[in-house]
């Protein structure tokens, strides 16, 4: 049973920095692509930034790009996402998401595993 675990969510003012992290059991973490997606009310989910196995390659979203930072920890099954210059339109619950394949993929459907969602809400 694979489980993912999100962490750090809360209430930021606009400008403001948060630092999520997705904890993994039961998973062989390493060689496996892991993601960040986002869903608002009433709204899709939508991808954030995604890295593949060995943290050796990374994607963003255009909207997130140059705010927001993937990283990766293989020997803590841990996956991170620095999120700076909060913006209102960033409120969101976020999901962790991995899949059983290496290589990057930016859509939901190619995740396998999902964690439950941290709320992240930024005011102006």
């Known amino acids: 049973q694979v489980q993912l675990v999100e962490s750090g969510g809360g209430l930021v003012q606009a400008g403001g920095s948060l630092r999520l992290s997705c904890g993994a059991s039961?998973?062989?973490?390493?060689?496996?692509?892991t993601g960040w997606f986002r869903q608002a009310p009433g709204k899709e989910r939508e991808f954030v930034a995604a890295?593949?196995?060995?943290?050796?390659?990374?994607s963003y979203a255009d909207s997130v790009k140059g705010r927001f930072s993937i990283s990766r920890d293989n020997a803590k099954n841990t996956l991170y996402l620095q999120m700076n210059s909060l913006k209102p339109d960033d409120t969101a619950v976020y999901y962790c998401?991995?899949?059983?394949?290496?290589?990057?993929?930016?859509?939901?459907?190619?995740?396998?595993?999902w964690g439950q969602g941290t709320q992240v809400t930024v005011s102006s």
């Open positions: 890295i593949n196995g060995n943290g050796g390659s990374v």
């Open positions: 039961g998973h062989t973490f390493r060689n496996s692509a």
């Open positions: 998401a991995a899949r059983t394949a290496f290589n990057i993929n930016t859509g939901s459907s190619g995740y396998d595993y």
